[in-house]
Nanobody, 125 residues
Framework: QVQLVESGGGLVQAGGSLRLSCAYS????????MGWFREAPAKEREFVAQ????????YQTDYLRGRFTISRDKAKNTVYLQMNSLNPEDTDTYYC??????????????????WGQGPQVTVSS
């Protein structure tokens, strides 16, 4: 059984940075593509970034590219989301996700089978 435990959320001032971590346990970590999503109250969960099992391929949503970076550490079985130049519009609950299916697309939540608990990120102005 795959489990994802996130950490690193909290309160930060506009212009600041946070790094979210997602610790993976279960089957072979490198077999799983990992993603980050975020969700605001009463809104759809939206894609942020994803990274292949090997870590060699990443993809991020266009409007966050340059500020948010996804990475993974194979030795620690952990995936990260580095968030820079944060602004109040980035206030959301952030979710880590995992899948080992060979989907045609990995930007929809339906592509993922396992989810973290969703730490809150709040950016004050």
């Amino acid at each position: 059984q795959v489990q994802l435990v996130e950490s690193g959320g909290g309160l930060v001032q506009a212009g600041g940075s946070l790094r979210l971590s997602c610790a993976y346990s279960g089957r072979t970590f490198s077999n799983y593509r990992m993603g980050w999503f975020r969700e605001a109250p009463a809104k759809e969960r939206e894609f942020v970034a994803q990274i292949s099992g090997s870590g060699g391929s990443t993809y991020q949503t266009d409007y966050l590219r340059g500020r948010f970076t996804i990475s993974r550490d194979k030795a620690k079985n952990t995936v990260y989301l580095q968030m820079n130049s944060l602004n109040p519009e980035d206030t959301d609950t952030y979710y880590c996700a995992a899948t080992n299916r060979q989907n045609r697309s990995f930007i929809g939540r339906e592509a993922y089978d396992y989810w973290g608990q969703g730490p809150q990120v709040t950016v004050s102005s």
